[in-house]
């Protein structure tokens, strides 16, 4: 038998990215790299740093905590306080220096390239350049077969605006809302009047959330009708936040170093670079110096701004009811099934980036408990998702079930996390399947769905008779 049709399909395992949500998308990978089956594939570690340059990784790195424990090293990019950074607050601009990062922790590949080092990519890129559709653009361009959505749904399914207009079109029930530009909220001079307009529109409490975000990054609940709250979440929402000179002042060293830290965080505060007014600070040193020196001759507010900032945000009603995760598969075309939800049962506490992906802070009960034809209602709604944006492979549906037995659908998506405590393996667990065996399934659906709908796809039609040779 040709050695070349029994050796592992190599797999890139794209991980990273320059998303808010790269720390998720690099722990994904890092399941996705231990899961494969090692008799069908071959891992490729692909990091793609927040410069969106493409890094063979050296696969060490791989059991590393979080992106910023080794790029760029702490040794050799020391910051104020020794608060690590990422890449994109090295701003000298030279490509060159850049590349001595890179090669301290792999090699930089060209997209042109890709085809030397894998045969399909896995995509556990989240957010922004990950899950909507330019990276899937990036790779049918270059004839590369990739898992999970194609470029429309993954296009539709990271915007938050338009799917509320998709869904109310097709009769799913999803929160009323209303949307908030930054330009509107930074403009306007009577804040309560908005305050009022936004409990006339949607109710109160509501949920502020960035329009492209996921991983519960930006989220906020509003509970009274309070301007504080509200201007502390919408501000939360834009990535943006304001500091006043009798907070700066009562604030110890340590105090700040712990507000830079936080700020410093892609998950949690609103990141580097960030602007004042028109000036750009790309490092806390230099932002630290920046607000000491402005508060030290005047009293007045600062404004700092993300240079990531989001253009307008979504402001919802707040759905009182047990909140739930779908896994839906496509087994083959045509034929989709949604797995056994999941019940997140978090009490009091928000379910956000911490309580989401850190153990231990919310329960998660899979299947969760109701009566047989609910649980059938809730996986029929989200197979009903998965058809109206078109999604291929997989995707998770998050929503509510209020004690009126009404079922809310929001925030689709095309990309999930994979970390060891997902939802996506507790579901699968449930049709006994394992990880190995659902990232297999993952590969060999994708490559089917890719044959589908790109029949240029010279090398697509090979490589699956190749993987269905290797299974049998």
Same mark, same amino acid.
């Given at each position: 038998?040709n050695n070349a049709t029994t050796a592992p399909i190599k797999v890139g395992v794209f991980l990273g990215g320059s998303s808010r949500e790269r720390e998720i998308s690099f722990a994904s990978g890092r399941t996705v790299y231990d899961h494969l089956d090692r008799k069908l594939f071959e891992p490729?570690?692909?990091?793609? @740093?927040?410069?969106?340059?493409?890094?063979?990784?050296?696969?060490?790195?791989?059991?590393?905590?979080? *992106?910023?424990?080794?790029?760029?090293?702490?040794?050799?990019?020391?910051?104020?306080?020794?608060?690590?950074?990422? /890449?994109?607050?090295?701003?000298?601009?030279?490509?060159?220096?850049?590349?001595?990062?890179?090669?301290?922790?792999?090699?930089?590949?060209?997209?042109?390239?890709?085809?030397?080092?894998? @045969?399909?990519?896995?995509?556990?890129?989240?957010?922004?350049?990950?899950?909507?559709?330019?990276?899937?653009?990036?790779?049918?361009?270059?004839?590369?077969?990739?898992?999970?959505?194609? /470029?429309?749904?993954?296009?539709?399914? /990271?915007?938050?605006?338009?799917?509320?207009?998709?869904?109310?079109?097709?009769?799913?029930?999803?929160?009323?809302?209303?949307?908030?530009?930054?330009?509107?909220?930074?403009?306007?001079?009577?804040?309560?009047?908005?305050?009022?307009?936004?409990?006339?529109?949607?109710?109160?409490?509501?949920?502020?959330?960035?329009?492209?975000?996921?991983?519960?990054?930006?989220?906020?609940?509003?509970?009274?009708?309070?301007? @504080?709250?509200?201007?502390?979440?919408?501000?939360?929402?834009?990535?943006?936040?304001?500091?006043?000179?009798?907070?700066?002042?009562?604030?110890?060293?340590?105090?700040?170093?712990?507000?830079?830290?936080?700020?410093? @965080?892609?998950?949690?505060? /609103?990141?580097?670079?960030?602007?004042?007014?028109?000036?750009?600070?790309?490092?806390?040193?230099?932002?630290?110096?920046?607000?000491?020196?402005?508060?030290? *001759?005047?009293?007045?507010?600062?404004?700092?701004?993300?240079?990531?900032?989001?253009?307008?945000?979504?402001?919802?009603?707040?759905?009182?009811?047990?909140e739930f995760s779908c896994i839906v598969l496509e087994e083959k075309k045509g034929n989709i099934i949604a797995l056994p939800p999941t019940e997140i049962q978090k009490g009091e506490i928000p379910f956000d980036y911490r309580a989401k992906y850190l153990p231990g802070i919310v329960r998660k009960?899979?299947?969760?408990?109701?009566?047989?034809?609910?649980?059938?209602?809730?996986?029929?709604?989200?197979?009903?998702?998965?058809t109206l944006l078109n999604c291929t492979v997989y995707a998770r549906i998050d929503g509510f079930i209020t004690d009126n037995e009404d079922i809310f659908l929001n925030d689709p998506n095309t990309t999930v996390g994979m970390n060891p405590s997902s939802f996506f393996f507790h579901q699968a667990?449930?049709?006994?399947?394992?990880?190995?065996?659902?990232?297999?399934? *993952?590969?060999?659906?994708?490559?089917?769905?890719?044959?589908?709908?790109?029949?240029?796809?010279?090398?697509?039609?090979?490589?699956?008779?190749?993987?269905?040779?290797?299974?049998?």
């Amino acid at each position: 038998m040709n050695n070349a049709t029994t050796a592992p399909i190599k797999v890139g395992v794209f991980l990273g990215g320059s998303s808010r949500e790269r720390e998720i998308s690099f722990a994904s990978g890092r399941t996705v790299y231990d899961h494969l089956d090692r008799k069908l594939f071959e891992p490729v570690p692909i990091f793609v @740093d927040s410069l969106r340059n493409f890094i063979l990784l050296n696969w060490q790195y791989l059991y590393q905590g979080t *992106i910023r424990e080794f790029y760029p090293s702490v040794s050799t990019f020391p910051s104020v306080f020794g608060i690590p950074l990422y /890449i994109e607050s090295l701003h000298d601009g030279d490509a060159q220096h850049t590349e001595k990062f890179i090669e301290t922790i792999g090699k930089k590949i060209e997209a042109s390239d890709f085809h030397k080092h894998f @045969d399909i990519a896995f995509l556990c890129l989240n957010g922004p350049y990950g899950e909507d559709g330019t990276i899937q653009g990036l790779l049918e361009w270059y004839e590369i077969p990739y898992s999970g959505a194609g /470029i429309l749904p993954s296009a539709l399914g /990271i915007n938050k605006v338009f799917q509320k207009k998709l869904l109310k079109d097709a009769g799913i029930l999803t929160p009323s809302s209303m949307i908030l530009f930054q330009k509107e909220w930074l403009s306007v001079t009577n804040k309560k009047d908005l305050l009022d307009h936004i409990i006339t529109t949607v109710g109160l409490p509501f949920v502020v959330k960035s329009s492209i975000q996921g991983s519960s990054i930006g989220v906020s609940m509003v509970k009274n009708q309070c301007m @504080d709250e509200l201007t502390t979440a919408v501000n939360r929402g834009f990535f943006m936040e304001k500091i006043d000179f009798h907070t700066w002042n009562r604030y110890t060293l340590e105090d700040k170093k712990v507000w830079l830290n936080k700020l410093t @965080d892609v998950r949690e505060g /609103i990141g580097f670079p960030v602007c004042i007014k028109e000036q750009v600070f790309y490092t806390p040193s230099a932002l630290l110096a920046y607000m000491e020196h402005h508060f030290a *001759i005047e009293k007045t507010n600062i404004l700092l701004i993300s240079t990531e900032a989001e253009e307008e945000i979504v402001i919802e009603a707040f759905i009182n009811g047990r909140e739930f995760s779908c896994i839906v598969l496509e087994e083959k075309k045509g034929n989709i099934i949604a797995l056994p939800p999941t019940e997140i049962q978090k009490g009091e506490i928000p379910f956000d980036y911490r309580a989401k992906y850190l153990p231990g802070i919310v329960r998660k009960q899979t299947p969760m408990c109701l009566p047989a034809d609910m649980l059938h209602t809730i996986r029929k709604n989200a197979v009903s998702l998965f058809t109206l944006l078109n999604c291929t492979v997989y995707a998770r549906i998050d929503g509510f079930i209020t004690d009126n037995e009404d079922i809310f659908l929001n925030d689709p998506n095309t990309t999930v996390g994979m970390n060891p405590s997902s939802f996506f393996f507790h579901q699968a667990a449930e049709i006994g399947l394992n990880p190995t065996q659902l990232l297999t399934f *993952i590969i060999k659906r994708s490559l089917e769905a890719r044959k589908e709908a790109y029949k240029g796809y010279l090398t697509v039609s090979a490589l699956l008779e190749r993987l269905l040779k290797m299974l049998s």
